[in-house]
C-alpha cells in the first residue's frame, strides 16, 4: 500500500476549496484560468543552518527591485517543512518561449539587472547551493487540476521512473486515478515530468493543503482507495510500482508570501494573506 500514500493527501479535499474553484489563475504566469501552467521552473535555494530569517529579509531585495521596474517575472515561495532547510521559487508559463521573452524583458533593462545582480551576491552569501529545473505538466496522470486559491501548505512528491519503465509508470498512475475516480472522487493532485534539470525520468506529484489538518484528515483515506481498486487493482499496482518506480521522496512546504512576488490576481483573490511589505508598495508608487 506504499503506492497509495503518494496521493493521500489529495484524498477528501474540496475541489471548490482547491483545484475545482472558479478563481483567477494563481500559478504565476499561466495558459489557463483554471490551474496549473504547462511550463513550471523551480529555483531552489538551500540555506545555512541559522540562516533561514536573514535569507528572508534578503529576497525583499529582489522583489523590491521588480516593483519598481513593474518587471514581468512573478513568482510563489515555499519553505520546507522537512528535509534540509531551503526555500522553492515557482514560476508558470504557458510555453518556454514564454520563458525565454520575459528573461529577454529583464535583460534589456540595466537598472533592474543590476539590482538583481546585487540582490543576488547578497543573497548567494546565505547559501549554500542553488539548482534549477523545468517541468511540465502532464494532465493524463493528474486529477481534478485547479487552482492556488486558498492553498498555505504543499506536500511534493518526487519520483524518479527506472530507465525503460516508463510505460509501467503511467500505467500505474492511470491506475490510481481511476482508483480514486471509484472511491474518493474529490481527490486533487497535479503531475509534472522533468524536462531539465539534475536528474532524468523525475516526476513531480503535487497537492495543495488549506491547512495541516487536512493532510491529518486525508491519512484515513487509504482503506476507501483499497476497496474502489479491490484486489486484483491492488495485486497490479504493486506489481506496477515494484517494476518501475526507483525511488521516492515526499516533503511538506509552507507558502512564504513575505518571499513571494505573486500574480495580482492572487494578491486581489487573498489580499490579507498576500499582501505585499509596505517596501513593495512604496516601490511601486515611484513609477
Not at 512573478?74 to 510555453?95: D, E, K
Request: hydrophobic share 45%; aromatic share 10%; glycine share 6%.
Amino acid at each position: 500500500m506504499t503506492f497509495i500514500k503518494v496521493f493521500r493527501c489529495a484524498a477528501i479535499l474540496s475541489a471548490v476549496c482547491f483545484f475545482g474553484a472558479n478563481g483567477p489563475s494563481t500559478w504565476a504566469q499561466n495558459d489557463r484560468d483554471d490551474g496549473p501552467p504547462k511550463f513550471l521552473v523551480i529555483q531552489r535555494e538551500f540555506v545555512k543552518a541559522g540562516k533561514a530569517p536573514l535569507h528572508a529579509k534578503s529576497e525583499a531585495a529582489y522583489i523590491r527591485a521588480l516593483a519598481a521596474a513593474k518587471a514581468k517575472p512573478r513568482y510563489i515561495a515555499m519553505t520546507a517543512l522537512s528535509g534540509t532547510p531551503r526555500a522553492l521559487f515557482f514560476s508558470g508559463y504557458p510555453s518556454l518561449a514564454a520563458w525565454q521573452e520575459e528573461s529577454k524583458s529583464v535583460e534589456k533593462d540595466a537598472t533592474l539587472s543590476a539590482a538583481l545582480d546585487r540582490a543576488s551576491i547578497a543573497d548567494g552569501d546565505l547559501l549554500t547551493e542553488f539548482n534549477q529545473s523545468v517541468w511540465m505538466r502532464r494532465d493524463d496522470l493528474s486529477f481534478n487540476t485547479g487552482n492556488l486559491q486558498g492553498a498555505r501548505f504543499m506536500e511534493i512528491v518526487t519520483f524518479v521512473v527506472r530507465p525503460g519503465h516508463m510505460h509501467e509508470w503511467e500505467e500505474l498512475v492511470k491506475l490510481v486515478i481511476g482508483g480514486y475516480k471509484k472511491g474518493l472522487p474529490d481527490a486533487n493532485w497535479v503531475t509534472f515530468q522533468q524536462l531539465y534539470g539534475t536528474s532524468g525520468g523525475a516526476f513531480l506529484a503535487i497537492t495543495k493543503l488549506k491547512s495541516l489538518a487536512e493532510a491529518d484528515q486525508n491519512m484515513s483515506s487509504d482503506q476507501k482507495f483499497v476497496e474502489a481498486l479491490g484486489e486484483d487493482g491492488m495485486k497490479k499496482l504493486e506489481e506496477l510500482e515494484a517494476a518501475c518506480v526507483e525511488s521516492r521522496q515526499t516533503n511538506l512546504f509552507a507558502f512564504s508570501p513575505v518571499m513571494s512576488y505573486p500574480p495580482d490576481a492572487l494578491v486581489k483573490a487573498d489580499p490579507d494573506y498576500w499582501k505585499q511589505p509596505k517596501a513593495v508598495s512604496a516601490a511601486k508608487g515611484t513609477q
